[in-house]
C-alpha cells in the first residue's frame, strides 16, 4: 500500500517570504515523488520530481525539494515567495502499475499575502 | 508532441446527455490511468489499464461510467445520462514499466448544466 500525506490544507505566507509545503509518504516500494502546481481551472504543471538520483531536486521557478528517506519526507521549498506562486499544490508519489501505484496527497493551498 | 493528449480540453453538456472523452497517452506507454477532479478537491482514481486490459476500477466509477482502451493505444471514457455531480476535471496520466514517472494530460473539464 502506499500513501502520501500533505501536512497542511492551506499555507499563508507574505510576498518575498519562504515558502514551505510539507509532504509525507509512506510506501512499501521506493517511489518517484513528484510536486505539481495547478492553478484554477488548469491542469498539472510538474514543478519537479525525484527519481532516486539526487535527493536535493531543484525544479522550475525557484522550488526546490529534498528526499529524506529516513523522515520519509519530500518537503517543497522556496526561498523568496511571489504573489503568481498563489495556487494549489500536489505531492504525488509513483511506484508503478495500478490503483496504488500512483498516488496523490490531499493538495496545499498556497495563498500568498501581499 | 509526445505528450499525453487529452479532447476535448472543455465540454459543457446538458443533464441527462451522453459524453466521450478521449485520451492519447504516450506513444508506446502501456500504462493508462484516469482521474477525476472535483472543485476544491485532489484527483481521485478512476481506473487503470495496462495495454487494452482494464486491470482496476475505482468504486467510484458507477455503472453509467465506462472506460476503454482498445488495441492498448487512446483510451476513451464514457459517460451516460450525465448528472451535475459528474462536473469535473477528468485527468488522463500514462506510463510504461522502467519509467520511474507517469506523464499527464492537460485534462478536460466537464461542466453539466
Known amino acids: 500500500a502506499q500513501s502520501v500525506t500533505q501536512l497542511d490544507s492551506h499555507v499563508s505566507v507574505s510576498e518575498g517570504t519562504p515558502v514551505l509545503l510539507r509532504c509525507n509518504y509512506s510506501?512499501?516500494?521506493?517511489?518517484?515523488l513528484f510536486w505539481y502546481v495547478q492553478h484554477p481551472n488548469k491542469g498539472l504543471q510538474l514543478l519537479l520530481k525525484?527519481?532516486?538520483?539526487?535527493?536535493l531536486v531543484k525544479g522550475i521557478n525557484g522550488f526546490e525539494a529534498e528526499f529524506k528517506k529516513s523522515e520519509t519526507s519530500f518537503h517543497l521549498t522556496k526561498p523568496s515567495a511571489h504573489m503568481s506562486d498563489a495556487a494549489e499544490y500536489f505531492c504525488?508519489?509513483?511506484?508503478?502499475?495500478?490503483?496504488?501505484?500512483?498516488?496523490f496527497g490531499k493538495g496545499t493551498h498556497l495563498i500568498i499575502q501581499p | 508532441d509526445t505528450g499525453v493528449s487529452q479532447n476535448p480540453r472543455h465540454k459543457i453538456t446538458k443533464r441527462g446527455q451522453n459524453v466521450t472523452f478521449r485520451c492519447d497517452p504516450i506513444?508506446?506507454?502501456?500504462?493508462l490511468y484516469w482521474y477525476r477532479q472535483t472543485l476544491g478537491q485532489g484527483p481521485e482514481f478512476l481506473t487503470y489499464?495496462?495495454?487494452?486490459?482494464?486491470?482496476?476500477k475505482s468504486r467510484l466509477l458507477s455503472d453509467r461510467f465506462s472506460a476503454e482502451r482498445p488495441k492498448g493505444s487512446f483510451s476513451t471514457l464514457e459517460i451516460q445520462r450525465t448528472e451535475q455531480g459528474d462536473s469535473a476535471m477528468y485527468l488522463c496520466?500514462?506510463?510504461?514499466?522502467?519509467?520511474?514517472?507517469?506523464?499527464f494530460g492537460q485534462g478536460t473539464r466537464l461542466t453539466v448544466v
Open positions: 496520466a500514462s506510463t510504461e514499466e522502467g519509467i520511474r514517472e507517469a506523464f
Open positions: 510506501s512499501s516500494y521506493s517511489p518517484s
Open positions: 525525484y527519481t532516486s538520483a539526487a535527493t
Open positions: 504525488v508519489a509513483y511506484s508503478g502499475g495500478g490503483a496504488d501505484g500512483l498516488t
Open positions: 506513444s508506446e506507454h502501456n500504462r
Open positions: 489499464f495496462q495495454n487494452e486490459a482494464q486491470l482496476e
